[in-house]
């Protein structure tokens, strides 16, 4: 298999000089399911189908993002194959881009709520007609203290459980390893309130969801609109005992999360979430320290690839 070591932003200008109008795929060793040979296969067909491509690995958290903050990265097509947290960093570094190139996902990743929200393949083949086809939806997202989300940036308890999930056992389990660590925290954690000034109006609650999806966790609709269109929406949980937080959890299974008892719903342009103490944080699904967090909408896209 022929894949390149990555070694930082500047060496795209001296390693690859004439990469303009080819496939750079940036993958994430680390991601959940990851798979070399999965990757190789997409490689080769992208060839057969005349694109030239390169596959590049990334050896640390944050090299995504640096490749992608590249003003001068010399590609058409950037794929990133990882995670949502994969692709959160190239959104990350394409914030600095004044002209980032369209962004492919091959889903690799724990959950990929984002594949499953933009209705993506999952076959090697598949993957590479989409991209070969490069057609491409607007890509919408938030921020969160400046920071992008393209699902979500929460405050509360699945944010403390985003931090405690150790990574062995999410690598050993996947998603039931959200679930364990959920269930291990739930009983013993101090439960703190949170207010929520949503467009000037203040709300109090346990927990904060700022979406910028349909979906959250899985194939769980949180709310209306979605990723490829504009604006954001916030879902405030009045309690987060354990009991309540498993009705909520049943209600998210059944699609009914916004009509649970305590919810709510509403779509916004900015917001605060605050805490008198540190509340944990979260942004698509890996940890981004402690409240305050300051959401706002941004009129800013990527272009993806769909279908
Ligand atoms: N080579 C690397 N070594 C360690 N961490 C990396 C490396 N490359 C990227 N990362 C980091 O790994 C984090 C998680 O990756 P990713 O989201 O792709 O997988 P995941 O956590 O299994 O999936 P998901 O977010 O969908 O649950 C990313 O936020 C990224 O910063």
Redesign the pocket.
């Known amino acids: 298999m022929r894949l390149f070591w990555w070694s930082g932003a500047a060496a795209v200008r001296t390693m690859v000089p004439d990469m303009a109008g080819k496939v750079l795929i940036v993958a994430?060793?680390?991601?959940?399911g990851y798979s070399a040979e999965f990757l190789d296969d997409v490689r080769n067909r992208l060839e057969d189908l005349g694109c030239k491509t390169e596959i590049r690995l990334?050896?640390?958290?944050?090299?995504?993002g640096d490749i992608c903050a590249d003003p001068s990265l010399p590609v058409q097509t950037l794929v990133v194959a990882?995670?949502?947290?994969?692709v959160?960093?190239a959104l990350t570094g394409f914030q600095n881009h004044p002209a980032p190139p369209q962004l492919g996902i091959i889903p690799?990743?724990?959950?990929?709520?984002l594949a499953l929200e933009l209705g993506l393949p999952r076959n090697a083949k598949a993957i590479a007609e989409l991209i070969r086809r490069g057609k491409t939806r607007q890509l919408h997202y938030g921020l969160a203290n400046g920071r992008p989300f393209v699902l979500m940036a929460s405050a509360g308890f699945d944010a403390e459980v985003v931090h405690a999930v150790p990574l062995s056992l999410?690598r050993r389990l996947g998603k039931l390893a959200y679930v364990i660590t959920a269930l291990r925290t739930g009983f013993k954690r101090k439960s703190a309130s949170l207010k929520v000034i949503l467009d000037g109006e203040e709300l109090t609650g346990k927990l904060a969801v700022a979406s910028n999806a349909r979906h959250y966790g899985g194939p769980f609709v949180i709310c209306p609109g979605g990723a490829t269109d504009p604006g954001l929406h916030m879902l405030v949980l009045e309690r987060d005992d354990p009991w309540s937080s498993f009705c909520y959890g049943v209600a998210l299974l059944m699609g009914r999360i916004h009509k649970a008892k305590g919810a709510l719903v509403r779509p916004f342009k900015t917001a605060s979430i605050l805490a008198t103490g540190a509340v944990a944080a979260q942004v698509?699904?890996?940890p981004f320290g402690a409240t305050p967090l300051e959401i706002r909408q941004t009129d800013k896209t990527v272009p993806i690839l769909a279908p």
Do not use: C, L
Request: proline fraction near 3%; avoid cysteine; charge should be negative.
């Open positions: 994430n060793p680390t991601s959940g990334t050896r640390r958290a944050g090299e995504i990882g995670g949502d947290g994969s959160n960093e690799f990743g724990t959950a990929n709520v999410k698509d699904g890996d």
